[in-house]
């Protein structure tokens, strides 16, 4: 499920169910999607499984079709397809989409599709079930002609299991993403650079960014990470103090434990020594 950014309207799909868009305030059905045409070879349906759906801004978005008003919708069965979403469309069937997935053949994706983001208006993030985030260049998939494999044109590394949501911020280059490996990273859009990793000790299915400048700041001082001697002077070479061994410190103490213990022994048989010799002269005398 997915709801506009005006908030007047949500999608929903699913197994065997094809996309619907309804309107909130009159729960009426405005939109509907249609699958893709039968297999050429077999002439049976494509299934149908949208396991993550995202509307794609109107604003930040080149035109599709020659449309703006567009829906992303990724499948269970490792496919990116393309909606026009206007109530007056031509078609209902995706403008684009990447091409079935075929073992024999080499995929653009390989894994069910979990979750979407919109970077910007060309490109889009997809994270799957088995922890990839492809950023895919929606200029360069052709549909049927040719596997479309050039549209990938990068990743972000990080995520060990399913990524459930992945979610950019609203003014900064900043994109944040869970899953199933308990683990919250965020990432710098510009060169895809994970900038924090946290373990949050539960499997994880969804987030939010708060409202506060708590990342602004981060952002500006994210090269002031680094401690500086009193001159100022970053370059200055560090202080090295030599290495200690416990070890060797309790073996050099026991050495002067025992090297007293010999010299008071030696003093005890010294003045031992010296009372015997007295006690001989006494009885001499």
Known sequence: MAMSDDGNKIIVGGRERAATMMDIETGETTWKAKNLPPNPQTLLQQPIWSSAIEFLSKTDTAQIGGSTDLLAIGTAYKQLQIYDIRTDAV??????????????????????????????????????????????????????????????????????????????????????CVGL????????????????????????????????????????????????????????????????????????????DDDDEEESSDESDDSESDEETHTKKKQRV
């Open 181 to 256: 490996d308990r683990m919250l990273r965020t990432y710098d859009i510009r060169n895809r650079k994970q900038l924090d990793c946290v373990y949050l000790k539960q499997r994880l299915n969804c987030m939010l960014f708060c409202p506060d400048e708590t990342w602004v700041n981060e952002i500006e001082n994210e090269d002031q990470d680094y401690e500086i001697d009193d001159d100022g002077n970053i370059d200055a070479e560090d202080h090295i103090v030599d290495y200690i061994n416990s070890s060797d410190e309790n073996m050099s103490t026991n050495g002067e």
């Open 91 to 176: 078609q209902r069937r995706p403008v684009i989409y990447t091409p079935e997935w075929d073992s024999t053949k080499e995929n653009l994706l390989d894994h069910r599709v979990t979750s979407l983001c919109q970077l910007d208006s060309k490109s889009i993030v997809v994270g799957d079930s088995a922890g990839f985030m492809h950023t895919l260049d929606l200029r360069k998939i052709k549909n049927q002609h040719g596997r479309s494999t050039q549209a990938s044109v990068g990743r972000f590394t990080g995520p060990a299991g399913s990524v459930r949501q992945i979610m950019k911020h609203q003014s900064l280059p900043v994109i944040a």
